[in-house]
């Protein structure tokens, strides 16, 4: 399979739609990250386009979802690594939200939720990563725990984020910490394991009511809504 091919700067400026919040329905009527990213790629329109890992996808939506109209566009130059950005090690998707959540940590130190939940993370991508041998219930197990604690652990610890004073800041830098990582390895999507899929209509409502920033303007002033 050939080698995904990384968009220039040249073809962002040409091809990637105004950056806003939350999903839509035509790039007329703007892009929030991962939909910039699926034109750059040249798939079809959606927030969760087949060239990036799912759980890089939902971080990267979450932070442009949050930080403020005037943060948003420096999100816009990391579309491009995110459109060739599938790391192929089970151990990314634990990795990813155990760093969120660390990253939370420094926000509130004596959450001892937190504290359990990297722990439980850091664990998982430590076995993971030494999971040589494939198993055919791997990619099984892989999903349920993305769909299920790893994506709620993520979304806790990002609402988390968004209520410090600095959040911009905080999101931002988590989110080039997520792609710094698995920069040196980027590969096109598996054919099987965690795998995006088109948004459902509970998700693209859970984005909008759960985890998207209630109102428009700086990300301490417009965090995430509980559950």
């Not at 968009?7 to 035509?26: F, I, Q, W």
């Not at 076995?127 to 197990?141: E, K, M, V």
Request: proline fraction near 11%; aromatic fraction near 4%.
């Amino acid at each position: 399979m050939p080698k995904p091919t990384r968009p220039t700067s040249a073809t962002m400026r040409d091809s990637v739609p105004m950056p806003s919040r939350y999903a839509h329905l035509h790039p007329d009527d703007g892009a929030c990250l991962m939909e910039a990213v699926s034109l750059l790629a040249g798939g079809r329109f959606t927030d969760s386009p087949r060239c990036t890992h799912p759980a890089l996808a939902t971080l990267a939506r979450m932070v442009n979802d949050c930080v403020g109209d005037s943060a948003r566009p420096l999100l816009w130059p990391l579309a491009a690594d995110l459109s060739c950005a599938y790391p192929a090690g089970r151990d990314y998707a634990p990795w990813l939200v155990g760093m969120a959540v660390q990253a939370a940590r420094e926000t509130r130190p004596d959450s001892r939720l937190l504290e359990m939940r990297q722990a439980t993370c850091a664990r998982r991508a430590a076995r993971l990563a030494g999971a040589d041998i494939p198993t055919p219930l791997g990619p099984f197990l892989d999903r349920l725990w993305w769909r299920g604690p790893g994506r709620h652990h993520l979304e806790h610890a990002l609402r988390v984020l968004a209520r410090a004073p600095d959040a911009e800041r905080r999101l931002i830098r988590l989110l080039h910490t997520a792609l710094s990582y698995q920069r040196p390895v980027l590969r096109t999507p598996p054919s099987s394991g965690l795998r995006p899929g088109a948004p459902q209509a509970h998700e693209a409502r859970a984005r909008r009511d759960d985890v998207g920033c209630s109102q428009p303007g700086a990300a301490g002033d417009s965090a995430f809504t509980g559950r």
